[in-house]
């Protein structure tokens, strides 16, 4: 072509064609991006294509869950298919090829599918709700933006291995990863983003008079989660995590905040409210946890999450189980851990249990994710008002058959 005269380098020709001709749009903000955002979307697209492209017969599911699932396993070359129970999985195991996964939430799979997926030749994989969730409660029937699969175990069983610990315990950390754990969780902090990011935003500093003492949180959970069944050896009841915590911190100003669950009267609790006044100083039902740990200086937990969200903000934290965060130098263990000997740093432990372990899918896009990206879909979607129990009654009722029809339907 007599006009091509020019004998460009193969890195000119790149950047006209790549960078100065084309541009850009972020599928999940809708913005001008650069390609370099291209490049990291399509590649984690890809990565995780790659892992899903197999059969995952999924056990056991809820109907809700069966619509917000699929894009968490989903790729070109694979398929989900559910199953009500073990027999139904031994069906939907028949053709399903050599790299068939069943998949289950939490730890319910049971002896008889236990025996079938052996019999297959395929391996059990459990899911749950990653540690960046949502804006309201699972129990009122919000989808999540990020689960955990995992082929090992699953992170709140510490009595066998899972693949969270074995990260924890094993991988090797690059200065990039640290320097990227360290800027999620500064944003985390600063955009007050916890797992439900429930309750009004308010300052509590000055609320509680503590009179100059130590601000202890004690964080009560709910008494029948598998997490407390199965990560917890003597302390297991939110009465005796109070009184260990006054044992402990005789002269501390200890506040107390229920479990959202509870307080939203979705799940049952041993301790009532006008017994726990009785044990503590204060207790918080109708503030953020986030604002709720940024007015204390130390929090004390059996084996919840809020546990690892205090150590993002720098607090002291004393467990009285062994949740996946306890047993590598950071927290005050009750019975310290002996698989759990290594020494974390704290951007080690993000690195481990925000970046590498979940999965994260875009309520907007679809799409697989960053964490850094769903820190910044929630703190937008908290300000756009009252969710689950914060809404009346009324309100609350209607915005769960909402969220179960968008979960039957598969709709964000």
């Known amino acids: ?238 009465e005796e995590l109070l009184l260990a915590a006054r044992r402990a911190r005789p002269h501390a100003y200890l506040v107390y905040k229920p479990h959202p669950d509870v307080v939203s009267k979705n799940r049952e609790d041993s301790l009532p409210l006008s017994v726990a006044r009785r044990m503590c100083d204060e207790v918080v039902t109708d503030a953020s946890l986030a604002d709720c740990l940024r007015a204390a200086s130390e929090v004390h937990t059996m084996t919840s999450l809020v546990g690892f969200e205090a150590l993002l903000r720098g607090l002291a934290v004393a467990v009285y189980g062994q949740p996946f965060y306890a047993g590598w130098g950071l927290t005050t263990d009750r019975h310290p851990h002996p698989r759990r000997t290594r020494r974390l740093s704290l951007d080690e432990l993000v690195a481990g249990a925000l970046i590498r372990y979940p999965r994260y899918v875009h309520p907007v896009s679809g799409s697989f994710t960053t964490p850094e990206a769903i820190v910044e879909h929630l703190a937008r979607a908290r300000e756009r008002g009252p969710q689950g129990w914060q809404q009346r009654w009324p309100a609350r009722q209607r915005q769960k058959l909402v969220n179960l029809a968008k979960g039957a339907l598969g709709v964000s």
């Open 1 to 238: 072509m007599p006009r091509r005269r020019a004998r460009p380098t193969l890195e000119a020709l790149f950047t006209a064609a790549y960078l100065r001709y084309a541009r850009y749009v972020d599928p999940e903000t809708g913005e001008r991006c650069e390609l370099e955002r291209i490049i990291e979307h399509l590649a984690l697209q890809r990565r995780l294509a790659e892992e899903n492209a197999r059969t995952s017969v999924c056990v056991g599911f809820s109907v809700w869950k069966r619509g917000f699932l699929p894009p968490f396993l989903a790729s070109p070359r694979g398929e989900v298919r559910f199953a009500s129970d073990a027999e139904a999985a031994r069906r939907a195991l028949r053709g399903a090829g050599e790299r068939a996964r069943v998949v289950v939430w939490g730890t319910r799979e049971g002896d008889a599918l236990r025996e079938i997926a052996a019999r297959h030749e395929a391996p059990i994989w459990r899911m749950e709700d990653g540690f960046l969730r949502s804006v309201g409660l699972g129990t009122d029937l919000y989808a999540p933006a990020s689960l955990v699969l995992d082929r090992e175990g699953i992170y709140y069983d510490p009595r066998t291995p899972s693949d969270l610990e074995r990260i924890l315990a094993e991988a090797e950390f690059s200065d990039d990863e640290r320097a990227r754990a360290r800027l999620l969780r500064e944003r985390i902090v600063e955009a007050g983003i916890t797992k439900y990011n429930l309750g009004p935003r308010r300052e509590l500093a000055s609320k509680w008079e503590s009179g100059g003492r130590d601000v202890v949180l004690v964080v009560g959970q709910v008494e029948a989660d598998a997490s407390i069944a199965l990560g917890t050896l003597d302390v297991r009841k939110n």
